[in-house]
């Protein structure tokens, strides 16, 4: 197995890990926001920091799972030049697009990172959990970028040796959110 | 002029083939480095945005479809729209119709409406010899009906984006959604008959009995409970239109579970995985999206034409049809999401300037962006349909556009009476 394809494996095992835990962190917003209807409805005791922690299970969902969105090619994107080209020009195309993805992992992780420094060194607390410092949750931000930037560096270093990468047999199902 | 520059050369950049969020990051990165000298406390500005409790929504919609879908229910509900409507001329277009209002009333989607729908009603209209332009175009457009009838995912992020009731808007697209669907049942109805009249057979099943049709509805029963579980919550203001993604992703599991049998802990898992991707898609294209909005803020964009509105002294009619002409205009290059997300800032404050209830204009864009899923190029319905019956894309674009006329009349009937769209909200329960 030559190194590229040892990469690709550790870049499909990152996906699948982020996605595992966006799945949790979306059937855990999924139990706070019923459980809160029921507390309020069924109890008569609303749960304060149910809008709260929903929100952050859902930024959890969303910067965990976007590595594997890179990974299957189910970014959205206008492809029709794209899937015009050929040669040279569709190489060009397509290492532009992973690199471009690189470019704004790299761009969250870096912003990530000082957003997480200046949390932790103000010492942001939660508004509803006092015990929660802010950083921990804002901390999604650069894991996610981080986990975005390792999938585009890996596809781009194959789009580069003119190996398939996994995106080209993606299905394109994320178009679904129209 | 700056605003239009802008968007052409932000679309000319996305159509090298980046992913959308990925160009409007980069495009709008370079143009504030360029203007600011810096991008600003970026890192806070796509925390803030994506740590919104409305968002929260979007998953749990999407979590209730994919356990919808994951049950099966679907074909009980097709069986049950054909039942209804087999003797009418073009029965079989009419229950597709119908069954994609139904469907979209638990989805908030237009493709998976057209995905899931299409699968099962496209091999029965062929083979029962319905015409296949007409089945192709009838699934393509009937699929658009997710997003306007209600919940929808669009109409979440619009409101999101303009500080609008998502209940509201939820409301406001039910007649709207229902005038569309009969709009689009009535075309095929009269497609139909006039082929009876040209070929002089006729070609349609016997009326369905009593017994029958009850027997259908018992079938498709729990499946039709969703829809008004979800907006009764919203429109007697019990729930949230999060509160309601949640107790409707709860209820279509509950049915999925006891009532069909066929949803187990891997569907659990998979239906979470699918949900978590989906939103991971359209949550970078909110923040791709977020940071062109504050570029063109940053730049004066909004207030700028304000000011050129009020200097042009526009109507809210002509102000409304010149907005529309630009988001079809839209429509044929971006996906619907970019293109709420990229206008929506810039037009608010002249929805405000004109009196213009953002609600209507809310239920107009959803029209709108309905026709961009089927407007060609880069119409996603017409992919969808594209890839389940196999044919050229060409053939799906020609079979849609009498619904792409369809849609503007659509539009321009909701234009001339607001009340359409306006006169449910104004009965809700709470206020906007």
């Known amino acids: ?178 | 002029m700056t605003f239009l520059a802008l968007l052409a050369l932000l679309i000319g950049f996305l159509y090298l083939g980046l992913p959308m969020f990925a160009g409007m990051m980069i495009f709008s990165g370079a143009v504030l480095l360029f203007a600011e000298g810096s991008l600003g406390t970026l890192g806070e500005f796509v925390f803030g945005k994506l740590n919104t409790y409305l968002l929260v929504a979007i998953p749990l919609f999407m979590l209730m479809a994919t356990f919808m879908v994951r049950g099966k229910v679907v074909d009980d509900l097709y069986h049950a729209a054909h039942v209804f409507t087999r003797h009418l001329p073009g029965g079989l277009g009419v229950a597709t119709v119908a069954a994609c209002g139904v469907f979209a009333a638990v989805s908030g989607s237009s493709v998976a409406t057209a995905l899931t729908i299409g699968a099962v009603a496209l091999p029965q209209m062929l083979r029962y010899g319905y015409d296949p332009r007409g089945a192709y175009g009838v699934v393509a457009a009937g699929g658009t009906l997710g997003i306007l009838i209600p919940p929808s995912a669009p109409m979440v992020l619009f409101g999101i984006a303009s500080d609008t009731s998502i209940g509201a808007l939820f409301m406001a697209g039910v007649f709207p959604g229902l005038m569309l669907a009969a709009i689009f049942a009535a075309w095929c109805m009269w497609g139909e008959w006039r082929r009876e009249r040209r070929s002089g057979a006729r070609n349609r099943p016997p009326r369905a009995d009593w017994g029958e049709m009850a027997a259908a509805l018992r079938r498709a029963f729990w499946a039709l409970t969703l829809p008004p579980v979800v907006l009764g919550g919203i429109y007697l203001g019990v729930f949230t239109a999060t509160e309601a993604a949640g107790i409707g992703a709860l209820w279509a599991a509950a049915i999925a579970v006891v009532v069909y049998r066929r949803f187990g802990w891997r569907d659990l898992w998979e239906g979470a995985g699918d949900a978590a991707r989906t939103t991971a898609v359209l949550f970078a294209i909110i923040i791709g999206a977020a940071m062109y909005g504050f570029m063109l803020a940053k730049l004066g964009i909004p207030d700028g034409l304000v000011k050129l509105v009020v200097e042009w002294k526009l109507s809210r009619i002509e102000f409304l049809l010149a907005t529309m002409a630009l988001v079809f205009v839209l429509g044929l290059v971006l996906e619907s999401i970019s293109i709420i997300l990229i206008t929506t800032p810039v037009v608010m404050p002249v929805l405000k300037q004109l009196g213009i209830d953002p609600v209507w204009y809310g239920v107009l864009l959803t029209i709108n962006l309905e026709l961009a899923l089927i407007s060609p190029p880069v119409g996603m319905n017409l992919v969808v349909i594209k890839q389940i019956a196999g044919v050229p894309l060409y053939e799906v674009e020609r079979a849609a556009l009498p619904y792409m006329v369809l849609m503007g009349i659509a539009i321009l009937l909701v234009v001339a009476f607001p009340g359409l769209a306006l006169w449910l909200p104004s009965t809700m329960q709470l206020g906007r």
């Open chain 1, 1 to 178: 197995m030559s190194a590229l394809d040892r990469l690709d494996r550790l870049a499909a095992g990152l996906a699948r890990l982020g996605r595992g835990l966006a799945a949790l962190s979306c059937l855990a917003a999924f139990a706070v926001v019923v459980a809160a209807v029921a507390m309020r409805y069924l109890f008569g005791r609303p749960l304060v920091w149910a809008d709260e922690v929903s929100g952050w299970l859902v930024v959890s969902t969303a910067m965990l799972a976007l590595a594997e969105a890179q990974y299957r090619g189910e970014n959205v994107a206008v492809d029709l030049w794209l899937e015009r080209a050929r040669g040279r020009t569709l190489t060009a195309l397509r290492l532009g697009g992973a690199a471009g993805v690189a470019v704004c992992g790299g761009v969250l992780l870096h912003q990530g990172w000082q957003m997480v420094a200046f949390s932790r060194m103000v010492g942001i607390k939660s508004n509803t959990l006092a015990t929660v410092d802010v950083w921990t949750i804002q901390a999604l931000v650069p894991i996610g970028g981080a986990l975005l930037l390792a999938i585009a560096l890996v596809q781009s270093a194959r789009i580069v040796a003119g190996r398939p990468i996994s995106a080209d047999e993606g299905v394109k199902a994320a178009r679904s959110i129209e």
